[in-house]
């Protein structure tokens, strides 16, 4: 069974730091291009960050751009997003994704969503 676990968000003042973490378990974790994305009330889903299999290319958002970082640890089979500077605007459920293949097949996975809020 596939299951990404997020860590607790919660409520940040602006201009303050976060860090989400997202361990995956149930998938070979090396073989899965692992993304952070976010969706805010009345709004889709969208990507804020992406990492490549072994850390080696990146793609984030451009609203979160110098101010969010994705890394990921293979061996704990773990995805970090370090938020700074956070803004109101960055107020949103952040999910956790997992897209690769497996036997040939593509399979995604996400995880259950994890509440950041961000106010005074």
């Known amino acids: 069974q596939v299951q990404l676990v997020e860590s607790r968000g919660g409520l940040v003042q602006p201009g303050g730091s976060l860090r989400l973490s997202c361990v995956a378990s149930g998938i070979t974790f090396s073989n899965y291009y692992m993304s952070w994305y976010r969706q805010a009330p009345g709004k889709e889903r969208d990507l804020v960050a992406a990492?490549?299999?072994?850390?080696?290319?990146?793609n984030y958002a451009d609203s979160v751009k110098g101010r969010f970082t994705i890394s990921r640890d293979n061996a704990e089979n773990t995805v970090y997003l370090q938020m700074t500077g956070l803004k109101p605007v960055d107020t949103a459920v952040y999910y956790c994704?997992?897209?690769?293949?497996?036997?040939?097949?593509?399979?995604?996975?996400w995880g259950q969503g994890t509440q950041v809020t961000v106010s005074p």
């Open positions: 990492i490549a299999l072994f850390g080696g290319g990146y």
């Open positions: 994704n997992a897209k690769g293949y497996a036997n040939r097949v593509l399979r995604e996975y």
